[in-house]
């Protein structure tokens, strides 16, 4: 269950860095009303969940992105939002978007204290280019109790152009990875790849443990603009 539940974290993260287009925005739909969906699966290529975005609101040039996750079945389980902004040459995906929704939703009743840097992606990305790290540092005061929780995206690199074909379609990608550490009580480590394709976003990524063996995947299965 806890590995699920961390497989999970990782899908939405990637996930969530899928939207924003327009002057200063490349690879995302920065569009008011866009839609699209990414599900998830095991290893074993089972659907475990898939996750619902939505562009509602465009503002000058901040983008805001409701998300709506199901599970297995199909069943909502949560919703959520969070933003988007195109700063000079860049995309800064907020930070809060890599939390779990389902977590937010479990520790709704506490105190929370969130902070970190956003997620940044270029525009003029390049095959070997280095990109910024980012974290999340999550305080949560449980009745006296203080549970603190980290996630560091490190070491993220573009490894490749290839072509990558999903059930919403074939398209020409950027192929990216990175390390994904996150900290609550105990330290854990994944190694994400993930392929974005202009216009669209991720399409594509998939979680690999400390061992090199996959956990998990999350495939485009829905586009529309």
Known sequence: MKTKLLVLICALLLSFSGV?????????????????????????????????????????????????????????????????????????????????????KQYKDMDMDISGSNIELPNNLDVGQKLKDANLVMAINMGGMKMNMTIDMVNRTVDAKESITTPAGTYNCFALSYDSQMKMGIKTSFTIKEWIAEGVGVVKTETYNKKGKLQGYSELTSFSN
Do not use: R, W
């Open 20 to 104: 924003g287009q327009n002057a200063c925005s490349v690879y995302y739909p920065f569009k008011e009303g866009a839609k699209f969906e990414m599900t998830n699966y095991s290893k074993k290529g089972k659907k475990e969940g898939l996750v619902k975005y939505h562009v509602s609101k465009i503002d000058g040039d901040t983008a805001t992105i409701e998300t709506t996750v199901l599970d297995d079945k199909d069943k909502e389980i949560t919703t959520t939002s969070y933003e988007i902004t195109c700063v000079g040459n860049n995309i800064s995906i907020d930070f809060k978007s890599m939390i779990n929704p389902d977590m937010l």
